[in-house]
Nanobody, 124 residues
Framework: QVQLVESGGGLVQAGGSLRLSCAASGRTISSYAMAWFRQAPGKEREFVAAISWNGGNTYYADSVKGRFTISRDNAKNTVSLQMNSLKPEDTAVYYC?????????????????WGQGTQVTVSS
């Protein structure tokens, strides 16, 4: 089992930045593809970004491409999401997720392990 705990959320003005972190425990995540999803009120949980097991490949939703950067540190068992140029539409609960495979996947159903989420609120 992999336990995931997100941190770093908060309230920020439009145009600002936040860095989310996801700390894993229970198992090393070096064999897992990792991802961030988000869920805004009244909406489905959506894919944001993913990174392959060794960080060699990344993939982003069009809505965040060029503004967000996903990274990982397998030695520390952590994954991060650097969010720049934040917009009010980025407001959501952000979730870290783990998929036991080397390659990147974007479907929510592929991810077996989830954190509890961290709230990001961007004011206009």
């Amino acid at each position: 089992q992999v336990q995931l705990v997100e941190s770093g959320g908060g309230l920020v003005q439009a145009g600002g930045s936040l860095r989310l972190s996801c700390a894993a425990s229970g198992r090393t995540i070096s064999s897992y593809a990792m991802a961030w999803f988000r869920q805004a009120p009244g909406k489905e949980r959506e894919f944001v970004a993913a990174i392959s097991w060794n960080g060699g490949n990344t993939y982003y939703a069009d809505s965040v491409k060029g503004r967000f950067t996903i990274s990982r540190d397998n030695a520390k068992n952590t994954v991060s999401l650097q969010m720049n140029s934040l917009k009010p539409e980025d407001t959501a609960v952000y979730y870290c997720a783990a998929h036991y495979e080397f390659r990147i996947v974007t479907a929510r159903s592929e991810y077996a392990y989830w954190g509890q989420g961290t709230q990001v609120t961007v004011s206009s």
